[in-house]
């Protein structure tokens, strides 16, 4: 990382915000202590013309982020999905940031598809929109296929939006670094752990042949979904930076006023997009990890459709597990099996003491049950959160970043169409259908049988792994074999005939 780059790169930073007026107002939304208002306004004027000057016709907040480039627009493109952290004012403001982002000539975006598809743009398109949407990383075209008259939508990345990004990770690990040398309490909190899983979230969103592979996987495992659509991609007009897929007719779920003068219900909408978010969790393990409004869309019939899969996440089998029973641990109230939860997945040192970390999720679960979920605030939830864990010792899990990163943009869009939704009643049928068909009797056959399938693989095997530990307890070398050696013999000759046996009876 080099240093002095870094350094310039996070000074300019503060004196954008301060010059764009941005900084007192952003300080002011996050409830920031007088103290470190004092002291960024003190550290910030100084500098204060080296910051960038930004578009002035746009709102501060949104003339400084949009100034300071495209890893700033992701980070306000999440903001703009909590209302509660940031209030609705800025957070309306901050949708610009979804999907109306100033775009590049439609003359370098064809010359780009030109380039990538290798082939000229009139034998492949009867028409090719200016952009119909901009965003950080790539703008959207409106095209027809010469084949078939098709309207798909072409997706072309920025120029050098690859060496943009860089510049900006750079900075942030060098941030990371220096808070982890300066502030050795942070380090339980991983912020370069942080900061690397955000860079290789990135990495996948400047490749949209990865992203193509991203959309053709998604579409295949919620092809039964009812409500719910991906559009069809085509891989033989997809590369590096283009990505076309058939083109979705809808309403933007941003559009709140344009969706209720529809007539769609907006209550079921909300609790739609939460299900949805879970049910692609919990039962793949596959979701969508970029559900903001600017990625969603509501078609004519109501369904629900998804854009956008350059962010996806993955969770595996027994993570699932786990994070289904805290979740339906919270629904019930039931802190200690919570608390048991995270100690057995090793997500609390073993040396704490679990009813006292219960203890301190009570703290956290129950102002939450028997409010207005209008008057709860999701700000002073992660804070006290955030408190239990410093407490308890516990690590930051990168691998559930995007998960827990997930949930708080679902909940924030939910609330955007019901301010009222409860995201605990909504999640509860759709966890406790996961629980029964993953965690109990049912889902012990299941993995028995998952079990025996793996093993059944290995059968062909026994007999040469049987005689060669055989051979080895025989005639041993060297080294000093235990005098119970026969015993582990047979022990494992008695294994193996145990498999075998239930291999058979599974078998018939």
């Keep these: 990382m080099r240093g002095p780059h870094n350094i310039w790169r996070l000074i300019r930073t503060g004196a954008t915000f301060e010059r764009t007026g941005a900084m007192s107002i952003a300080l002011e939304a996050l409830n920031a202590p007088k103290s470190i208002r004092l002291a960024a306004r003190f550290l910030g004027w100084p500098f204060k013309l080296l910051g960038y000057k930004g578009d002035k016709t746009q709102p501060p907040i949104l003339r400084a982020i949009s100034a300071l480039g495209p890893a700033y627009i992701k980070f306000g493109q999440l903001l703009s999905t909590r209302p509660d952290i940031v209030g609705s004012s800025l957070s309306t403001e901050l949708k610009v940031l979804q999907d109306r982002i100033p775009p590049f000539s439609r003359e370098l975006a ?34 027809k296929l010469k084949a078939d008259g098709a309207e798909v939508a072409v997706k072309v990345l920025r120029p050098n939006i690859a060496k943009a990004f860089k510049r900006d990770i750079d900075a942030f690990f060098f941030a990371a670094r220096v808070i982890e ?10 912020p370069t752990d942080v900061i690397n899983h955000f860079n290789n979230v990135v990495k996948g969103e400047l490749d949209l042949l990865q992203e193509t592979a991203a959309g053709s996987e998604f579409e295949a495992t919620t092809s039964n979904d009812q409500k719910f659509q991906v559009p069809h991609i085509h891989w033989h007009l997809s590369s590096q930076s283009v990505m076309t897929l058939d083109w979705a007719e809808g309403i933007a779920l941003g559009n709140v006023v344009e969706l209720d003068n529809a007539g769609h219900d907006l209550n079921d ?32 019939n109501g369904d629900l459709i998804a854009l956008d899969f350059g962010i996806m996440g993955r969770i595996d089998e027994y993570t699932r597990r786990v994070y289904a029973e805290i979740i339906m641990g919270f629904i019930n109230r039931d802190y200690k099996r919570i608390a048991e939860v995270h100690f ?25 049950f028997g409010e207005d979920a209008s008057k709860i605030s999701m700000a002073k939830l992660l804070t006290q959160l955030f408190d239990v864990t410093e407490r308890f010792g516990m690590e930051t899990r990168t691998e559930l970043i995007l998960l827990q990163r997930t949930m708080v943009v679902v ?14 009643n909504v999640a509860k049928p759709i966890v406790e259908n996961y629980i029964k068909e993953n965690i109990g009797p049912k889902a012990f056959f299941k993995d028995f049988v998952k ?51 239930v291999l058979v009876v599974y078998s018939i």
């Design 181 to 190: 040398i300066l502030s050795p309490a942070s380090r339980r909190l991983r």
């Design 269 to 300: 909408l909300a609790k739609r997009i939460i299900e949805t978010f879970l049910r692609h969790a919990l039962r793949d393990g596959y979701f969508h990890a970029d559900m903001h409004q600017g990625n969603l869309k509501v078609a004519n």
């Design 110 to 143: 064809i010359k780009t598809v030109v380039s990538e598809l290798q082939a000229p743009l009139d034998s492949i398109f009867s028409s090719f929109s200016e952009p119909v949407a901009a965003a950080s990383i790539a703008q959207v075209h409106k095209a």
């Design 344 to 368: 057995e997945a090793g997500y609390v040192p073993k040396n704490q003491d679990v009813d006292a970390f219960a203890q301190a999720l009570r703290a956290v679960g129950e102002p939450i």
């Design 411 to 424: 909940e924030g869009v939910a609330r955007s169409l019901d301010p009222n939704i409860n995201m605990w």
């Design 451 to 501: 079990t025996i399938q793996v093993l059944s693989r290995v059968g062909p095997q026994l007999p040469s792994m049987i005689e060669a530990l055989k051979e080895k307890l025989e005639n041993p070398s060297d080294e000093k074999v235990p005098s119970n050696k026969p015993n582990i013999f047979w022990l494992f000759v008695g294994s193996a005939i145990t498999l075998l046996i």
